[in-house]
């Protein structure tokens, strides 16, 4: 787990991992917008958004023109020097080098909680824990969204990767073992995702409305509406 987790935080990072948004075939594209127009029209202009996995933020500008303010965090010092240069001219937004399941903010903190492209599997992190820390950190009535891949986009999804893998970005896709969803590289690289089923077993005891829908034919989104707090 721990060798997983340090792939993205090592070896695809930073300019790797904006050349595989760079390479991304047209079908792609569109799942990433998709995604970006979905979360989108859950921010209000009062909201305050924290996202999970920033990356080099790829998505912020976005969230920033219609959100009040924008966190991003990252466990990659290479991600987030990066971002620091993509970002020079958003001014309300700020970045730190955290772990999504031990973030240092308090309870209640954040009107929007992001963990999207199947950040909940690619952190390679207990998602239970994952689930639990990003609603501690939402306010009552605020709203936790998280995505995955729909397996209607398998093949665009495995076609995009073994660009990545002839593009020197990650290692050699193992086809032996490369199925059902699940992507291995002969590097250690391992990409997998969540079903429904998964999503509702990871939220089944929070305080919580939870509804798992599909967009664009490409992601799975779980959203999660924490209720007020009872005193």
């Known amino acids: 787990m721990e060798k997983e987790e340090s792939y993205y935080r090592e070896r695809l990072a930073a300019e790797k991992l904006r050349g ?11 799942y990433l917008d998709a995604e970006v127009n979905h979360i989108l029209q859950k921010i209000k202009s009062i909201d305050i958004v924290l996202e999970l996995g920033c990356g080099y933020g790829r998505i912020i500008p976005y969230l920033a023109r219609k959100a009040s303010f924008v966190t991003g965090i ?61 609603c501690r950190v939402t306010k009552p009535e605020g709203i936790i969204l998280f995505s995955t891949y729909s397996e209607k986009i398998w093949y665009d999804r495995l076609n995009w990767f073994q660009l990545q893998a002839e593009a020197g970005l990650i290692g050699e896709i193992d086809y032996k073992r490369t199925r059902d969803g699940i992507i291995v590289c002969k590097d250690g690289f391992h990409a ?35 209720h007020e707090e009872i005193q």
């Open 74 to 134: 990252d466990i990659s010092p290479a991600n987030l020097r990066l971002a620091q240069e993509y970002l020079v001219n958003i001014h309300n937004c700020r970045l730190y080098e955290q772990n999504a399941i031990d973030l240092k903010f308090q309870e209640n903190t954040f009107d929007v909680v992001l963990c999207i492209q199947n950040g909940i599997s690619a952190f390679h992190i207990d998602k239970r824990k994952l689930v639990l820390e990003s």
């Open 192 to 226: 997998s995702t969540v079903n429904a089923d998964e999503f509702l077993s990871l939220t089944n005891e929070l305080n919580a409305h939870v509804s798992v829908e599909e967009v664009d034919e490409s992601s799975l989104f779980c959203e999660i509406v924490k």
């Open 20 to 30: 595989c948004y760079e390479l991304a075939p047209a079908r792609i594209r569109q």
